[in-house]
């Protein structure tokens, strides 16, 4: 989450972070693991388009830099 929220994550890494909440919900002795993977899971579900869009557009912009 920490590389989505500073523009460095990768597209491979959306699925990488819906796999881990996966592994955590369900699988915890703590009802609190659940709710740690939710708000997750939910931000991957509803905007996911928007997820890759912005990861796109970033790499897009790093690669208009390097090139200039």
């Known amino acids: ?20 909440t996966k ?15 939710w708000p997750v899971q939910g931000l991957i579900r509803h905007f996911r388009p928007e997820l890759e869009r912005r990861i796109r557009e970033r790499a897009e912009r790093e690669l208009m830099q390097v090139a200039s």
């Open 23 to 37: 592994q955590i919900e369900g699988y915890t002795i703590c009802a609190l693991g659940d709710a740690a993977a």
């Open 1 to 20: 989450m920490e590389r989505m929220k500073v523009g460095n994550a990768k597209l491979e890494e959306i699925d990488m972070l819906q796999e881990v």
